[in-house]
C-alpha cells in the first residue's frame, strides 16, 4: 500500500507524535507527511516538527497560487 502525502492546509489535520527514545533522545513523528525529526527535548522536537508541517502547508498554498 503506497504512503499517502496530506495536501490539506488546515494545521489541525497533521498529528505530531512524540516518543522518548532514551535518556535526552526524543523523536517527533508526523504521518501526515512521513517526516521523523529527533533532538534531546520533548518541547525541541514538537517545535521543530511544528515548524516543518508549517512550511509544508505554506509550500502547498504557493503550489496553489501558482497552479
Same mark, same amino acid.
Given at each position: 500500500m503506497? =504512503? $499517502?502525502?496530506? /495536501?490539506?492546509t488546515?494545521?489541525?489535520d497533521? =498529528?505530531?507524535? +512524540?516518543?522518548?527514545r #532514551? ?8 504521518? $501526515?507527511?512521513? $517526516?521523523?525529526? /529527533? #533532538? /534531546?527535548?520533548? &518541547? =525541541? &522536537?514538537?517545535?521543530?516538527?511544528? /515548524? ?7 509550500? +502547498?498554498?504557493?503550489?496553489? &497560487?501558482?497552479n
Amino acid at each position: 500500500m503506497a =504512503e $499517502q502525502i496530506s /495536501t490539506s492546509t488546515n494545521p489541525f489535520d497533521y =498529528e505530531i507524535l +512524540i516518543r522518548k527514545r #532514551g535518556e535526552g533522545q526524543y523523536a517527533s513523528y508526523c504521518p $501526515q507527511i512521513n $517526516q521523523m525529526l /529527533t #533532538g /534531546t527535548e520533548h &518541547v =525541541e &522536537v514538537q517545535k521543530l516538527m511544528e /515548524t516543518k508541517v508549517n512550511s509544508y502547508i505554506d509550500s +502547498i498554498k504557493s503550489q496553489e &497560487v501558482t497552479n
